[in-house]
């Protein structure tokens, strides 16, 4: 009686079954796509988020406020580059340790990002010119001495950080979350939504987090 051949048929079995992980998964991406495109399924939703910060709901419209150069001189918002903005807030006549180091942090995660640093930039938004605001702190954040000065402060210590003005008036709608204390500060979008917000609780590693997801997700 012939004894029955296993071997081969499961050896056939394995490699039609490798054979069939590609094409598995192309088809399982193509099914997830087309619900993702229908709006049937929340792909962030599912992983739980991919965010560290908070996330504006709505966000907020910078892009329509009615913005100025330091000297007072209306500078409408622009974006030529597609860039993602760190944005850090500031009003009143002295620059506090919360205000200095909030202007350290966003360097540091900008020269953090490597490669991707010419897709983020930097802006400081503030309710007086720098002429009329002095830097309060007996030391930066690096351990250098500080100087009075906040606009020479800004030209040594942040050169390439945008200055834009912003009645007072608008603050409560745009950065309602810097009326009380702590040092908050923002993610503007490419298209000038102000989406998302900082503050002490969120480490220099999850914001690098959340900038390379983002900047990897989108096409800006």
């Given at each position: 009686?012939?004894?029955p051949?296993?071997?081969?048929?499961?050896?056939?079995m394995?490699?039609?079954?490798?054979?069939?992980?590609?094409?598995?998964?192309?088809?399982?991406?193509?099914?997830?796509?087309?619900?993702v495109v229908?709006?049937?399924?929340?792909?962030?939703?599912?992983?739980?988020?991919?965010?560290?910060?908070?996330?504006?709901?709505?966000?907020?419209?910078?892009a329509?406020?009615?913005?100025?150069?330091?000297?007072?001189?209306?500078?409408?918002?622009?974006?030529?580059?597609?860039?993602?903005?760190?944005?850090?807030?500031?009003?009143?006549?002295?620059?506090?340790?919360?205000?200095?180091?909030?202007?350290?942090?966003?360097?540091?995660?900008?020269?953090?990002?490597?490669?991707?640093f010419p897709?983020?930039?930097?802006?400081?938004?503030?309710?007086?010119?720098?002429?009329?605001?002095?830097?309060?702190?007996?030391?930066?954040?690096?351990?250098?001495?500080?100087?009075?000065?906040?606009?020479?402060?800004?030209?040594?210590?942040?050169?390439?950080?945008?200055?834009?003005?912003?009645?007072?008036?608008?603050?409560?709608?745009?950065?309602?979350?810097?009326?009380?204390?702590?040092?908050?500060?923002?993610?503007?979008?490419?298209?000038?939504?102000?989406?998302?917000?900082?503050?002490?609780?969120?480490?220099?590693?999850?914001?690098?987090?959340?900038?390379k997801?983002l900047?990897?997700?989108?096409?800006?």
């Amino acid at each position: 009686m012939q004894q029955p051949v296993t071997a081969p048929n499961n050896g056939r079995m394995v490699m039609l079954l490798i054979a069939g992980i590609p094409v598995t998964m192309v088809l399982a991406a193509t099914w997830l796509w087309w619900f993702v495109v229908r709006g049937d399924l929340d792909i962030v939703e599912m992983l739980g988020t991919a965010n560290r910060g908070t996330l504006l709901d709505p966000p907020r419209a910078l892009a329509a406020a009615e913005l100025n150069g330091p000297s007072g001189t209306p500078l409408p918002w622009s974006n030529t580059d597609h860039q993602w903005t760190l944005l850090v807030t500031h009003s009143g006549a002295e620059c506090l340790e919360a205000c200095e180091y909030k202007l350290y942090l966003t360097r540091q995660i900008h020269m953090a990002l490597g490669k991707e640093f010419p897709r983020v930039r930097r802006m400081l938004v503030t309710d007086r010119a720098p002429a009329d605001t002095s830097l309060a702190v007996a030391a930066l954040s690096d351990g250098k001495p500080a100087l009075p000065d906040f606009e020479q402060f800004l030209l040594n210590e942040h050169g390439g950080l945008s200055v834009l003005r912003l009645d007072a008036a608008a603050w409560p709608v745009l950065f309602p979350e810097t009326l009380a204390a702590g040092q908050v500060w923002y993610l503007v979008d490419p298209a000038g939504w102000i989406m998302m917000a900082y503050d002490e609780g969120d480490s220099y590693k999850d914001v690098i987090s959340d900038l390379k997801f983002l900047l990897k997700n989108s096409g800006d």
